[in-house]
Structures are given as C-alpha cells and as structure tokens.
C-alpha cells in the first residue's frame, strides 16, 4: 500500500463548478502538507501550504487538513479553464527542506 | 521571484552514454532535490544536496550520481544511461531547516534510445 493515495481522475467537470480534490495517508508523522499544480509539460508549481490540522484559504483556493482521519482535500470555487492542470499532494514530517511523499496526481479538466 | 531553471526541456541520448543535467537556483536555498517523474509512478526522488559538496540517496539512486559543488548548482549524472531512464527528470530546491515548501524548475524530457 503506498504512504499517500490520490484519485488518478481524470475529473471532468463545468466551468465555475466547486472541485475538490483529495488524498489519504498512513504514515501518522506527516506534520505538512502541500498542494502542487502541474500543467502539462511543465515543472509543479507550490498551489498550498499548511502545517497541521485546519483550514488555508488563498483567494480561490482552500486547503483543508484532517489529521485525525489523515485526509486532506483542496478546494477550488469559481473553476476555471486555467485550472484544467495535474494537481499532486505533497506531504513531509519535517517540512519542505526534506523529504516529500507525493501522491500520483490527479488530472483535472474544466470544460466551458 | 522564485527560479529553479533546467539546462534543458528536451534531450534525446544514445544507450551507453553520458548524461549530464544541469539545475540552477537563484533563491540562495540550501537543499536541492532531484526527482523523476513517470505516469501512474509519479515523483520519485534521486538524490537531494542539503548543503554543498554534500549528498543523499533518495528513493532511486541507481544509476545515478550527483555532484554540488557551488550553493546555487546540482548536477545529476547519468553515468551510462539506459533506456529504462527515459522519464520527466525535475529539479527542486528549498530552504532549510524551516521548508516551506519545494520549488521546482520546468523539467528536462530526457529520451534515451
């Protein structure tokens, strides 16, 4: 079983929908998590960042983290073309400056 | 502004050969990673620097080998790459110890034939 499952999608839904995207994990020791956006051939870019249980939110974009069912999910309202992207979860007990365990992603398409 | 830049986006080698990739960063980080990334295996790491002249194997090392000679600059080697090694090779840096998150360069497609 690996550390950290991700839906692969791909998820299809209609411009200006709420998508949620979401990750389980088993290693009890991830203290931060990480939302990473990847269009299609091109390095991932840092979305979220949190530590801990709670809630970030980033204009458009929330990020959410139950440490106690080890699930975390982003949330993106008013979905837009520009966010038909790959989006990977990325989680470290000690921060970015070591070791990340991603997940696999999950492939996101907003139609018009 | 944020950079970790690629020597190159698409490179196409010989099985046997010598490969070498180049990662700079400009944001005066301490740690740089090196990952590959594979449909349905996603980011697996190489190797990452938490300091110059200093290495760790990641998760896949062989076959590999890396080299930080100077803060901004990680090298990943392939010393005679195979087909098997044709992947999205990704560059990585971030502070340390506080993280912050890792950021990423734009991916060299490394094609070995």
């Known amino acids: 079983q690996k550390e950290v499952e991700q839906d692969p999608g791909p998820l299809s839904v209609p411009e200006g929908a709420i998508v949620s995207l979401n990750c389980t994990y088993s290693?009890?020791?991830?203290?931060?998590f990480m939302w990473y956006r990847q269009y299609s051939r091109k390095g991932p870019e840092l979305l979220m960042y949190?530590?801990?249980?709670g809630n970030k939110e980033d204009g458009r974009f929330t990020a959410q983290v139950d440490k106690s069912s080890k699930y975390i999910s982003l949330f993106i309202r008013d979905s837009q073309p520009s966010d038909s992207a790959t989006y990977l979860c990325?989680?470290?007990?000690?921060?970015?400056?070591?070791?990340?365990?991603f997940g696999t992603g999950t492939q996101l398409k907003v139609e018009l | 502004d944020v950079k970790v830049t690629q020597s190159s986006r698409y490179l196409v080698k010989r099985t046997g050969e010598k490969v070498f990739l180049e990662c700079v960063q400009d944001?005066?980080?301490?740690?740089m990673f090196w990952y590959r990334q594979d449909p349905g295996l996603g980011l697996r790491l190489i190797y990452f620097?938490?300091?110059?002249?200093?290495?760790e194997k990641g998760d896949i090392p062989e076959g590999y080998s890396v080299s930080r000679e100077k803060k901004e600059r990680f090298s990943l080697i392939l010393e005679s790459a195979s087909t098997n090694q044709t992947s999205m090779y990704l560059c990585?840096?971030?502070?340390?110890?506080?993280?912050?998150?890792?950021?990423f360069g734009p991916g060299t497609r490394l094609t070995v034939l």
């Open positions: 990585a840096s971030s502070l340390y110890p506080a993280g912050g998150g890792q950021f």
């Open positions: 290693n009890s020791a991830f203290q931060y």
């Open positions: 949190t530590y801990s249980s």
């Open positions: 990325a989680m470290s007990p000690t921060g970015g400056g070591n070791k990340l365990t």
């Open positions: 944001m005066d980080h301490e740690n």
């Open positions: 620097s938490y300091d110059v002249k200093m290495k």
